[in-house]
């Protein structure tokens, strides 16, 4: 039962972050109305769970760490996973980090910048201090950046416990006149189809992180049981808790005063709770704090899998000596999210990291349709019904295809960094025979490396992943037998 529960609240924990505090703007602003916006975001956790069902007869078919990686890697070969790990570790990571760091600085100074919005180097400076802060703990020691995780929890559920819980005292106080449908399906403007699609992004942005335990299934006890169970709970809880939240918002603020706000939070608190409201920005900091540590731990983790098959540098996959700490990824993904932080803008940065997800995932349930006709008696404990990857990837197409039309060039950007992955491929991985001269200049890197960081190789890799096994081939045998 506590290793079913430790596998629930990691996934729900890892859902639950920043973007419930920053895209419900996001999500009204391109769905023009209260009602469409609501059926948004219930319609989001929908496509969240048969993604969800989707990675977990994956993550049992093939139970290695690494996620979307791994997969696409095992199912497509080198050159596709080497595309998603690439697109992870320069936009999908660092860009989710520079947005959940920007959400803290912006909660942070909210209250001290009431009538206008925070000065842009302000948060930028904030968020950098932010970051390399945690960056230090978790180079510092594993069990402190688990401990901050585990505190930081609470102000996240904290946060959400308080607003849902005044807005349901809202709405028995019969200030419900912005739900009803009359007043709800009211639009501002008329939205396009491409809008409707920018909205289901920024939606999806909140929900991101409910592929996050396939990241770590080899530490997954008993995967083939607590995998599929954690998923079946965690995102139903999360729709629930994600649809109550907005309504709460609607109960308290028009659709005017959401879309005018930096921090809804903040708003919804200064409206309701009166001498309490300092609680709610300090509740959203704790909550973003925490997402802020808990990217930066997992990360060194998809890095490590990709040092492992080869396609990232070695460097990347060392430990320290003493703390076992992977420095080295962290500080990469560290700097990546630094710079990310000083040319972007948030709802930007979600349409950015929301399109490249959306692909990602997209890639992946193919990949699960394709492994089905490629290995058709390969040994699957969870097998779901065909209709639940290919109504994924029908969503997938027109929801990747319209987003694209709405916003070619945030869109397209991110498209064309995870081409350029394609000669870097064909140069760092596949090309063996390099010059001498090159080896030596990555050898000495490396020891340079080393020797800042006080970084090795561990010792051994104490989780053994077991050999794919493929059902025997009844058919052939009874034939067999009959001759």
């Known amino acids: 039962f506590r290793a079913s529960f430790n596998t629930f609240s990691l996934s729900t924990g890892n859902i639950i972050g920043s973007g419930i505090f920053i895209s419900p703007k996001g999500v009204l602003e391109h769905s023009g109305s209260v009602g469409l916006a609501l059926i948004v975001w219930i319609l989001g956790g929908c496509i969240a769970a048969l993604g969800s069902l989707c990675y977990a007869e994956l993550g049992v078919t093939i139970p290695k760490s690494g996620g979307d990686y791994s997969y696409v890697t095992e199912i497509f070969g080198g050159l596709v996973g080497f595309l998603l790990l690439w697109s992870a570790v320069l936009i999908m990571y660092p860009t989710t980090l520079a947005v959940i760091a920007l959400t803290f600085s912006n909660y942070v100074l909210q209250p001290v910048f009431p009538d206008c919005v925070p000065p842009y180097m302000a948060t930028r400076l904030l968020s950098t201090v932010c970051l390399l802060f945690l960056t230090w703990v978790n180079c510092s020691s594993v069990r402190l950046a688990t401990r901050i995780q585990d505190v930081f929890t609470v102000g996240k559920l904290a946060a959400l416990g308080l607003i849902i819980v005044v807005g349901l005292v809202q709405i028995c106080k019969g200030n419900y006149e912005g739900l009803t449908p009359q007043v709800a399906f009211e639009f501002s403007t008329t939205p396009s189809v491409g809008q409707i699609a920018l909205a289901f992004l920024q939606a999806s942005f909140a929900f991101s992180g409910w592929n996050f335990l396939n990241y ?5 006890v008993e995967p083939r049981r607590n995998l599929p169970r954690a998923i079946y709970i965690s995102i139903p809880l999360v729709t629930f808790v994600y649809t109550l939240t907005n309504i709460a918002y609607f109960s ?18 200064e409206k309701l709770l009166g001498m309490f409201s300092v609680i709610m920005p300090i509740s959203v900091a704790l909550s973003t704090f925490g997402g802020i540590n808990g990217y930066l731990f997992t990360s060194s983790r998809l890095c490590f899998s990709g040092a492992r098959e080869g396609h990232l540098p070695s460097l990347l996959a060392m430990i320290h000596f003493k703390n076992c700490t992977p420095i080295p990824a962290l500080l990469c993904c560290c700097t990546a999210t630094i710079v990310i932080l000083c040319i972007g803008e948030t709802h930007n940065l979600i349409n950015y990291v929301s399109f490249i997800n959306y692909l990602s995932y997209g890639v992946t349930i193919a990949g699960l349709l394709y492994y089905r006709w490629k290995k058709p008696k390969l040994y ?8 639940v990857p290919i109504t994924y990837l029908m969503f997938w197409a027109l929801l990747l295809g319209f987003s694209l039309y709405s ?3 945030v869109c397209g950007v991110g498209l064309v960094i995870m081409l350029t992955g394609v000669p870097v491929y064909f140069l760092g991985v596949h090309w063996k025979a390099k010059p001498k001269c090159i080896y030596d200049f990555i050898e000495s890197a490396t020891y340079v490396a080393q020797r800042l960081c006080f970084v090795v190789f561990p010792q051994f890799d104490p989780i053994e992943i077991s050999p794919i096994e493929e059902w025997p081939d009844k058919s052939s045998d009874t034939l067999s037998r009959k001759s």
């Open 216 to 220: 770590v299934t080899e530490e997954v």
């Open 252 to 269: 308290a603020m028009s659709p005017e005063e959401l879309l005018s706000s930096n921090a809804v939070a903040v708003t919804f608190g």
């Open 380 to 387: 699957r404990p969870i097998k779901v019904n065909l209709l």
């Open 407 to 409: 916003e070619p060039v």
